[in-house]
């Protein structure tokens, strides 16, 4: 098993360009997790989903931000416009089930100039 | 709501000390509790977990007692290594609310000298 696989590993963007962070989650997972992490405020959850559907999505901070699943295992997250305050690592997860933990990916890490 | 409080780092040791890190949560219902580590550059790693009250969850020299009377799931390591260095996060999922996410700790960085 690859594990969770998450694309690009880095991405340095203008301000004001559309960007799209990819991941694949582990066969037979179910639920998918989008977190973002930066050192002033630590690990946020972004939005989950569980079986392709939106579960919570109160994380995401504006509208700027959207996530897609459109099949058990794949999702994108989209941020467009960018801006630099959006520089951070975001990292997803997938998981049979909470109880079972996650297995993260190894992030992307954006830079937005 | 849920939430998890850790202590605050950095915390610093020579190698072979002994390492404690407190987390303790607030949760409704009957939360499962994890340890994470984040190595640099890397993802989150699950270390540990419990998922009931008095388990104790172990692995790689780590353990932690669920306390269900104190609310907390404290890391320990009896003697650390250099390798030990990283980022650690205390977690808990109350599972039985369909669709509950993970809540994270702030972690704490350990660094470990030789």
């Known amino acids: 098993d690859a594990g969770v696989i998450q694309s690009p590993r880095h991405e340095v963007t203008e301000m004001g360009q559309e960007v799209t962070l990819r991941c694949k989650l582990i066969?037979?997972?179910?639920?998918l997790f989008w977190y973002r992490q930066t050192m002033m405020r630590g690990l946020e959850l972004l939005i989950y989903?569980?079986?392709?559907?939106?579960?919570?999505d109160s994380g995401m901070p504006e509208d700027r931000f959207s996530a897609k699943m459109p099949n058990a295992s794949f999702s994108t997250l989209k941020i467009q416009p960018s801006e630099p305050r959006d520089s951070a690592v975001y990292f997803c997860?997938?998981?049979?089930?909470?109880?079972?933990?996650?297995?993260f990916g190894s992030g992307t890490r954006l830079t937005v100039v | 709501g849920d939430s998890v409080t850790q202590m605050e780092g950095p915390v610093t040791l020579s190698e072979e000390a002994c390492l404690t890190i407190n987390c303790t949560y607030t949760a409704t219902g009957y939360p499962s509790l994890f340890w994470y580590v984040q190595y640099p550059g890397e993802g989150l790693q699950l270390l540990l977990k419990a998922t009931k009250a008095d388990d104790k969850g172990s692995n790689k020299g780590f353990e932690a007692t669920y306390r269900k009377e104190t609310t907390s799931f404290h890391l320990e390591k009896g003697s650390v290594q250099v390798s030990d260095s990283a980022v650690y996060f205390c977690?808990?999922?109350?599972?039985?609310?369909?669709?509950?996410?993970?809540?994270f700790g702030k972690g704490t960085t350990l660094s470990v000298s030789s």
């Open positions: 066969s037979g997972h179910n639920s």
């Open positions: 997860a997938s998981s049979p089930r909470a109880d079972y933990g996650y297995t």
């Open positions: 989903f569980n079986n392709n559907v939106p579960i919570d």
């Open positions: 977690a808990l999922s109350a599972f039985n609310q369909a669709g509950t996410a993970l809540i």
